[in-house]
């Protein structure tokens, strides 16, 4: 396994990760086991979250795959008494499944006289169906999950739960109502929990990732011949260092450094973005 870029050592530790069968927290779950972790890929989509299990036992390091629906509790409890049996009690839990849907989003980002009686997805259209979809899966697809492995941690020393938050819980984007208010719920809940478990040996974070370039959302930022979207062009205006991230390296020294007792034992509560400027630019 290549080295870890901050040097934390995460031997001996269990580190479970939730929607690693997407892009991002494939990426996370990796960076872990370079760092010496054993980890547990949980996702929905079992094959995926074995696919990247695979790469990183591949690579030297220690992972298995888990099917998990991070909306069901029961679910969520059998899957982590499962991950205790195979790989020991979780140590840190990336809280990672999350997402939002058509169901959920507009068509325009602002509204328009007619467009209540046009044949368009406007905010009246929105069905409580597609929003209560996005909030939950990522608001209770992250307390869910943390109900069933932080039992494991509580009264232990050095554990962690790390969330994944949102440029979209400092300042909503357009079109997308449903999935800001939930990452904003999530970056709450993180205070909360920070809170909660002070007293009992965990540490609660949670980073803010800006715009990364992945395939869940190329549809989003490029046309079908791979030009950039007018939506990507306002993205990349409106971030200062001009360009989208790079998911798999530029993510990495943040989750290490939250997770590293070493250097981050006193940083609890907080979210970091992740952003190339883009939280800190007014646009003028």
Known sequence: MQKNVLDTDLSGK????TGAGGVLCSAFAKVLARAGAKVALLDLNEEAAASFAAEINAEGGVARAYKCNVLDKAACYAVADAV???????????????GNNPRA????????????????????????????????????????PTQAFARQM??????????????????????????????????????????????????????APGFFATKQNAALLFNPDGTPTARTGKILAATPMGRFGDAET??????????????ASFITGVCIPIDGGFSAYSGV
């Open 14 to 17: 269990v580190a479970v990760v």
């Open 84 to 98: 205790a049996a195979d790989l020991g009690p979780c140590d840190i839990l990336v809280n990672g499944a999350g």
């Open 105 to 144: 989003t507009t068509d325009h980002e602002y509204y328009m006289p007619g467009d209540i009686d046009a044949d368009t997805k406007s905010f009246f259209d929105l069905e409580p169906e597609g929003v209560e979809f996005v909030f939950n899966l990522n608001f209770l697809g992250t307390l869910l």
């Open 154 to 207: 509580v009264g232990r020393t050095g554990c962690n739960i790390l969330n994944i938050s949102s440029m979209n819980a400092y300042t909503p984007l357009t079109k997308i109502p449903a999935y800001s208010g939930a990452k904003a719920a999530v970056s709450n809940f993180t205070q909360w929990l920070a809170v909660h478990f002070s007293k009992a040996g965990i540490r609660v974070n949670a980073i």
């Open 250 to 263: 530029e993510l990495a020294g943040a989750v290490l450094f939250l997770l590293n007792e070493k250097a």
